[in-house]
């Protein structure tokens, strides 16, 4: 089996800070995924990669960047954090964009100042 | 207007009794349907999916139903143990070529002894 690693777990940032989120999996999958999971709420998808140096911008891709420079990583880039901002990004991957199956890390709990 | 609805938004049941978890959509095309647990502070783990039009599966405790005509789904619960304390989420999936998920917002069960 494999294992998706989303670092840091937890990440305090201040207002208008540049903050990365970085995601590594061990499937060998072709398609990693950045959603945002507010309190209570849905996933919503910011980015997506459907191979290597690949991106596709999801719903929600607006004051976030996103660099897939190996198969195996995935970062997302906070441009701008936005004061009292609260929220945990979650890292997924599957085995092709056209297999519904993802398989998702733990999650990166985001808590701006 | 929220395409993927899950009710209840929370429910607390006693360990040993059975629960039933509902998900309602209007997304279309609809091409599968996918129940995920998601334990606090952790990633959405996949329960079982469904394809076709009344589609049953079974999973160990779980099992769930798909009417697509009806656009409606259920997660049983049989028998309930305190692990099982986490949010359910329903997900639709659009088409496989696109990989388009909706996410609802979960259902929050809590097991007490």
């Known amino acids: 089996g494999g294992i998706i690693t989303q670092t840091p777990k937890f990440l305090i940032g201040q207002e208008g800070q540049k903050l990365t989120l970085k995601c590594q999996q061990n499937?060998?999958?072709?398609?990693m995924y950045w959603y945002r999971q507010d309190s209570g709420k849905g996933l919503r998808l910011i980015y997506y990669?459907?191979?290597?140096?690949?991106?596709q911008k999801g719903d929600l891709s607006e004051g976030y960047d996103a660099s897939r420079e190996k198969k195996s990583s995935f970062s997302l880039t906070v441009t701008s954090a936005q004061k009292n901002e609260m929220a945990v990004f979650l890292c997924?991957?599957?085995?092709?964009?056209?297999?519904?199956?993802?398989?998702f890390g733990h999650g990166t709990k985001l808590s701006v100042l | 207007k929220t395409q993927v609805e899950q009710s209840p938004q929370s429910l607390v049941v006693r360990q040993g009794e059975n629960c039933v978890l509902q998900?309602?959509?209007?997304?279309?095309?609809?091409?599968?349907l996918r129940w995920f647990k998601q334990d606090t502070g952790k990633g959405l783990v996949s329960l079982t999916v469904?394809?076709?039009?009344?589609d049953k599966t079974s999973n160990g405790r779980y099992s769930a139903t798909l009417d697509k005509d009806a656009k409606h789904s259920t997660l049983h619960i049989t028998a309930t143990l305190l692990d099982d304390t986490a949010t359910y989420i329903c997900?639709?999936?659009?088409?496989?070529?696109?990989?388009?998920?909706?996410f609802g917002d979960g259902t929050v069960l809590t097991v007490k002894p």
């Open positions: 499937f060998n999958h072709d398609t």
């Open positions: 469904l394809v076709h039009e009344n």
């Open positions: 997924a991957s599957s085995i092709q964009i056209s297999n519904e199956r993802l398989f």
């Open positions: 998900c309602n959509y209007s997304v279309t095309p609809d091409n599968h």
């Open positions: 990669s459907i191979t290597e140096n690949d991106l």
């Open positions: 997900v639709v999936g659009h088409n496989t070529n696109t990989g388009k998920l909706t």
